[in-house]
């Protein structure tokens, strides 16, 4: 009672208590190698040796209570737009790279023509994210693109020119650990898609080659798998017409 | 004596004591090194990890039979459980395995009679084994802020994180500790060895004293939380290639942060593992001679994918 009166005097005095908080910042990191996983082509067997990897999250505004998680119908719709249009129709939706809100540890770079994936490791480690802007469990993605680069300059990409992209968030499992979700406030958190144990739901671009080594295929341009099915249906067609 | 343990702190002043007058007749080791360090802290929040331990009041060899630790000549019910305003059956002491596979691991007292200490979490495996074990009194808050300095009542606060992730609040008030609902007394709160608190206070001096380790120190990590943790070292700061973590961690998805000691908790560095070292943010394998360092009193963020234990050995014995 005697604490209680006492704590009400301060309160009074002083309007509120101090809160007993860390300045709530998170890291997040996402790496490729022959260990772990990695994007190849989408041909499903050749690595990847341009574009960049960018991995982040949606939101409308950046602020916790505004995170996005697109639909499937979303997904589609991107995937039917094309490599070229998708890092523009990505943003449109809300998409943020955590490196434009934290600061890029040094060591490595997120760029397949480092070396190419999976030769060397590429990815990034994030640090310093602000807490508040993507709270614990939010839904992590890895967008992968086979042409363009991120410049941590300006934060900006320039992912037009790509030809094949994929995208990877794992989610479901009952281990909380397989999911992509961002860390709590002080936590780390590294997406790899070997010890996700991804599953063909959490490749929401492209195709899952292995599950077991966590190789993940992009996908081509429409265009281009549309010449492919036509090429295949000439094909058909020139073996039909043989047969005759 | 004064050892050479000394010689390597400028904070840190080191003597050994022999504490076997306090202890019963069946005690077989009787030299802990005590003593205490003076911590600034900065105006802001500050991971805090004390650097010491209480004193022995047991130790002998012990047969394991369940949950009971075989002991004699204890006086019965000195080191039971207690009973507090916000805790019903808190833990006062605890029993340490100090030598052997189980070395450094820990477990909380329950009850104790005149031949026997009963505890909780006993792995089946060590039902009938025979070990070195020790006794200690548990390092609580009150412990960490006697001697302190302009700390604030009211203001002044540490956070601590629980298995579950959920994090409890303590304030500073009157010389001690109070809970959340700023009423209930909580300065027996207890921190356990390895562990630490967020410490939030706009600027004071903390002083802490105790016993060095001179044995290995089991640090449990929960997936659920981010365990704020940090080595045992009372003479200043630790290399991160000392921790003993690479094994610890799932390879390249667990991982840690190192904090500033400046009060803004800004993450100064990121490691991971490859399972037999330990990798920088750039998964690349720490350089032998690395001088990465966690700063005095200071400790680390560990984020990990399974409940697991850290095995950390003494800043004595590295």
Redesign the interface.
Known sequence: ?K??L??IG??AV?GL???????A?V?I?H?E?S??GYFVDSGGVNLVASGEVSFGYFSTDGTAGNIYQPDSNAWSSLLSGGAGNAWGSLLSLGWRDVRTLGTL????DPSFSTGGSPTT?I?A?V??IPFASVPSNTRLYVIGFNAGSWDNTTKTATFGSATEWGVVSAWGHS????NFAS????????M?FK?AVLTSSDVLVGSLVNSSTGVVAMVPEPSTGALMMIGAAGLVAMRRLRKV | MTIHYSKVSLAAILFAVSMSANLPAQTTVSTPIVGFRKTTLPS??VCVVPGFVKSPVYQASSVISGQNFAASGLTSGAYDQSSFGDRPNYPTHYVEIVSGTYEGYTFDIQSNSASQVTVSGVPAQLNGQTVSIAIRPHYKLDDLSAGSNGLL???????ITNPD?TTT?R?Y??GSW?AED??SPAGHTVIYPGSGV?F?S?GATITTTGTVKTTKTAVPLY?A??N?VGRMNPSGSSLVSGLNMAGVL????????V?SFDG????T??Y?S?GAETL?????PLAPGATDAIPADSGI?V?V??DTVWIMKSALNP
């Open positions: 009672m604490n209680t006492k704590f301060c309160a002083f208590v101090q809160p007993a908080t860390t300045q910042v890291t990191a790496v190698n260990a772990i540890g040094t060591g490595f490791n990815g480690t640090q310093n281990t909380a650990s397989q860390p709590a406030d002080g936590g780390t958190k590294s790899n010890n | 802001g929040s009542d009211y203001s002044d606060a540490v956070n992730g609040t304030y008030a009157s109070i700023f009423s967020v939030s706009g997936a939380a981010v704020y799932v390879p390249y998805t667990d991982g840690f942060n904090p803004q908790m800004t993450t560095s990121t991971f490859d920088d943010a750039g998964y690349s963020q984020s994918s399974s």
